[in-house]
């Protein structure tokens, strides 16, 4: 039963316009977000978080929206940069009081910026 | 600041063989943890180490993976035997504490059993 889930392998983009990647959730008890960005050989690396009593958090180029009602959240880039062409993971978040925070990853997007 | 460190690389080895993988976190992170990330899946979470101690190994298959963590520094993961669904990439992630949220993923070691 994945509790997170990124319905879309890949998407293209063309540089300079805007990449929305987008993640669903089934879990009500998540209480954190993140998006990891993994280039190849590489291990992931923390993009940006949210808060679940937040529906926006933004840096620079990147903003992650949270809809709480829709169980939803999304990660807009731009404007969209051949460099940012990787794989995007959506993860979240509950607390345990045995564990502490405990991540559960999507399947991940491919992101290709094209020049 | 020195980043999550694993090896090796890359291990190509046959069923039933044994392997084991090192991972040496961030310097200060109590917390370390262990994924299997499979072509084309997400990281599944197979252990989590609080200092030395065990939190979470729920997800971990018990019958053939072990872990260790013995001076809540550094870590080892072992698979014996292995089996061909075990060809993954493996990540050793560590964190501050168990609170946070962020976690500092090591590249990671490309298993490919045949």
């Known amino acids: 039963d994945q509790q997170v889930k990124q319905n879309s392998p890949s998407l293209s983009v063309q540089e300079g316009r805007i990449s929305i990647l987008n993640c669903d959730y089934t879990n009500s008890m998540f209480d954190y977000f993140l998006w990891y960005k993994k280039y190849p050989a590489e291990g992931p690396t923390f993009l940006i978080s949210?808060?679940?009593?937040?529906d926006k958090n933004e840096d620079g180029r990147f903003t992650v929206f949270l809809n709480k009602s829709a169980k939803h959240l999304s990660l807009h880039i731009v404007p969209s940069q051949p460099g940012d062409s990787a794989v995007y993971f959506c993860?979240?978040?509950?607390?345990?009081?045995?564990?502490?925070?405990?991540?559960?990853f999507g399947g991940g997007t491919r992101l290709m910026v094209k020049p | 600041e020195a980043g999550v460190a694993q090896s090796p690389r890359y291990k190509i080895i046959e069923k039933r063989q044994s392997v084991a993988f090192w991972c040496n976190p961030i310097s200060g992170h109590a917390t370390l943890y262990w994924y299997q990330q499979i072509l084309g899946q997400g990281p599944k979470l197979l252990i989590q180490?609080?200092?030395?101690?065990?939190?979470?190994d729920s997800q971990l298959p018990k019958d053939r993976f072990s872990a260790e963590r013995l001076k809540g520094v550094d870590s080892t993961l072992k698979i014996q035997p292995a089996k061909l669904e075990d060809s993954a990439v493996y990540l050793c992630?560590?964190?501050?504490?168990?609170?946070?949220?962020?976690?500092?993923f090591g590249e990671g070691s490309r298993l490919t059993v045949l």
């Open positions: 993860a979240a978040s509950s607390f345990n009081n045995n564990a502490g925070n405990m991540l559960t």
């Open positions: 992630a560590s964190s501050l504490g168990w609170s946070s949220g962020e976690l500092f």
């Open positions: 180490f609080q200092n030395n101690g065990v939190v979470d």
């Open positions: 949210i808060s679940s009593i937040k």
